[in-house]
């Protein structure tokens, strides 16, 4: 049987989306695989110059009619976004699981997720546009206008698409912008797929660009695109940010993780370990604020890790159409590169509590079993992302070594704590060296609050009032109320002049 869906997955093979319109595409044409039947969904093209060229100019021609509308009828045109993101949560969330994987219960959410970020943004931009100043000139009004940049270049990678495409496009257009996808090859047909709830704005205001590496350097490359927002991997981010540096443009950049999880003995262990689950293994791990490390008090690990594997055991994997926890890993790229880590780490002396290995009673689809190690801080695994279902435990004897441990990375996204100990809190709060630290409630986030990392996961902040600024310019502007002269002005009064002090 094939469903609405796949029909439409096939429809929009090879397209891009340019100036309101699904266009075929005249780049490579590369084949989408379904990670849980190994079955081909449909394909992807790599855009052309041409088409990049084309996209570009639709972009800046549609920004400046988008900025000429009033605040208020930009806000309502992103509230009708967000209704029609989640009347088309359904068919996108199918498409997304199809093409990468994850349970459709994670995937439908997406789409209501992403449309609470249009609304948020639709408010709080008409909300100000800018400030006024205590003058410096007495009389005078002094202020600074906040400015679109103009065409903004957004890069996804295919973890979360509709819900970080979704953060960057709300703030870009709330700031006046027009903004260009480059989706993941891996979920190019989700982000064409959900241009159905755009196509209202003015033509060419949010367009989707697809292709790899190449497609989105010549985006942000290009002379006639002004802001950057890219979310992915470190080595990926330093491609973008050295290209963006070279024009000066503005760059977002949200980069991996490789986030600690610390559970103290004055925690709830029951709870800490079914929130250690989650956090380890939803969406297969493939979440940047994945807890990627744990760091457990000597006092309670055995207990910990013995509930924790309870938990990895219990989870029901699968395709994710069906009734379980957790999907395949998104590519067979992905899932070889994952199986590498673990076994890097079983060599390095790391104890397998569960899982381990791909799961065995599989014989299509990139599934791996929900994998539980003891490990030590030295070990590699506890130093880069894994980003698959892994939760890697480590013994400390003290809160200091905890945070110590937390802190020994390069990079700097997010940390989570399970403790029932106000000192403690305060300490992890205060201490940890990330752009997020959770206390007892893993990897949630809101709309309001600024969400990003420190260190090589980036620079820039997504989301809350701070989401706006970089999509903005700042514009200074000074009015006198008459044209008088200044007594600072030319000629310079005699006494002005200088004369030697001597000694
Ligand atoms: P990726 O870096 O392979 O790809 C991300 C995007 O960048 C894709 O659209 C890809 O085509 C594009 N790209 C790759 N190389 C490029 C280059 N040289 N120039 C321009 N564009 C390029 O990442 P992925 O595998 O899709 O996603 C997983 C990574 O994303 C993980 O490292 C994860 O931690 C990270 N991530 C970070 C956040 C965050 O908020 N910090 C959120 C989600 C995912």
């Given amino acids: ?48 110059k041409a088409e990049v060229d084309e996209a570009i100019v639709a972009a800046n021609a549609a920004q400046k009619q988008w900025w000429a509308m009033s605040a208020l009828d930009r806000a309502n045109a992103m509230h009708l976004v967000a209704d029609r993101m989640i009347e088309l949560s359904v068919e996108t969330g199918e498409c997304l699981t199809r093409e990468m994987g994850k349970p459709f219960r994670e995937s439908n959410w997406e789409g209501g997720a992403a449309a609470s970020s249009f609304r948020y943004y639709a408010e709080i931009a008409r909300h100000e546009q800018g400030r006024v100043a205590g003058p410096a000139i007495a009389g005078q009004i002094h202020m600074v206008l906040k400015e679109p940049v103009g065409t903004v270049v957004s890069i996804v990678p295919y973890n979360f698409p509709l819900l970080l495409a979704g953060w960057q496009v709300a703030a870009a257009l709330a700031a006046g912008n027009a903004v260009i996808i480059k989706p993941s090859e891996i979920t190019s047909l989700t982000l064409l797929y959900s241009m159905a709830a755009f196509d209202h704005l003015p033509s060419g205001l949010v367009q989707v660009l697809t292709g790899g590496a190449q497609t989105g350097q010549d985006l942000v490359g290009h002379k006639d695109t002004h802001a950057i927002a890219f979310t992915g991997s470190v080595k990926a981010a330093q491609a973008v940010a050295a290209t963006a540096a070279l024009q000066f443009k503005p760059a977002l950049i949200e980069a991996s993780g490789n986030d600690a999880f610390i559970v103290m003995p004055s925690a709830d262990i029951d709870t800490a370990a079914r929130g250690a689950a989650f956090a380890a293994f939803l969406n297969c791990g493939q979440v940047c604020t994945s807890a990627e490390r744990f760091y457990v008090h000597e006092d309670i690990y055995d207990e910990f890790v013995s509930k924790l594997a309870a938990h990895a055991k219990a989870l029901r994997v699968g395709s994710g159409l069906e009734l379980v926890d957790i999907g395949p890993m998104s590519s067979k790229r992905e899932l070889e590169r994952f199986e590498k880590i673990v076994d890097r780490a079983i060599e390095q002396g790391a104890e397998v509590v569960c899982g381990g290995s791909r799961s065995a009673d599989r014989t299509t689809g990139w599934f791996y079993e929900p994998t539980v190690l003891k490990t030590t801080h030295d070990m590699d695994v506890m130093h880069g992302e894994c980003f698959g279902p892994l939760a890697p435990i480590c013994k400390v004897t003290s809160l200091d070594q905890a945070i ?21 809190t305060f300490r992890a709060v205060n201490e940890i060296e990330t752009g997020i630290v959770w206390v007892n409630t893993p990897l949630n986030d809101n709309d309001a609050i600024p969400f990003g ?21 700042s514009k200074m502007v000074m009015i006198a109320p008459t044209a008088e002269a200044d007594p600072e002005w030319f000629p310079y009064p005699d006494d002005d002049t200088y004369e030697a002090t001597t000694t």
């Avoid at 802190?407 to 106000?422: H, P, R, W």
């Avoid at 990392?453 to 310019?473: D, I, S, V």
Wanted: glycine fraction near 12%; charged fraction near 25%; avoid cysteine.
């Fill in 1 to 48: 049987m094939t469903t609405a869906v796949q029909k439409r997955m096939r429809d929009l093979s090879g397209h891009n989306y340019i100036a309101n319109q699904w266009q075929p595409s005249s780049g490579e044409l590369i084949d989408l695989i379904d990670p849980a039947t190994e079955e081909v969904v449909g394909q992807y093209a790599h855009a052309t």
């Fill in 404 to 424: 110590a441990f937390a802190n020994d990375s390069e990079l700097g996204l997010g940390a989570n704590i399970y403790t029932n100990d106000l000192e403690e």
């Fill in 453 to 473: 990392g420190r260190k090589l996961t980036g620079t820039g902040r997504e989301l809350g009032a701070e989401g706006l600024e970089l999509f903005r310019n």
